[in-house]
């Protein structure tokens, strides 16, 4: 596993933005893809959105494409979500995830993702 520290969560009204980070600790050779995923109270943890490591590939929910925007800096090991528009409805606990499975796809599935952070909390007040 490589470790995973999210930040960057906080209260926003709706319609404003917010940036997340994702820090990982450890070696990054191993890693095929990054993605952030959200749970919310008594909902199931849904994907959001998910970068290749090589950059060469962005897969986004339907629900955040278009507001949300994935990238990565290689050099600082970071991940971020980009997050504007931002609706009541994207309230919930962020949560960044390494997959190393030797993909070349971007996974929706959260089975596929072997490192979890600990989560950020995202409020959206309407």
């Known amino acids: 596993q490589v470790q995973l520290v999210e930040s960057g969560g906080g209260l926003v009204q709706a319609g404003g933005s917010l940036r997340l980070s994702c820090a990982i600790s450890?070696?990054?050779?191993?890693?095929?893809?990054m993605a952030w995923f959200r749970q919310a109270p008594g909902k199931e943890r849904e994907f959001v959105a998910g970068?290749?490591?090589?950059?060469?590939?962005?897969r986004y929910a339907d629900s955040v494409l278009g507001r949300f925007t994935i990238s990565r800096d290689n050099a600082k090991n970071t991940v971020f979500l980009q997050m504007d528009s931002l609706k009541f409805e994207d309230t919930a606990v962020y949560y960044c995830?390494?997959?190393?499975?030797?993909?070349?796809?971007?996974?929706?599935?959260?089975?596929?993702?072997?490192?979890w952070g600990q989560g950020t909390q995202v409020t959206v007040s309407s």
């Open positions: 995830a390494a997959d190393r499975s030797y993909t070349v796809a971007v996974h929706t599935f959260s089975g596929h993702y072997d490192s």
């Open positions: 450890q070696r990054t050779d191993s890693i095929d893809v």
């Open positions: 970068i290749r490591w090589d950059g060469a590939r962005t």
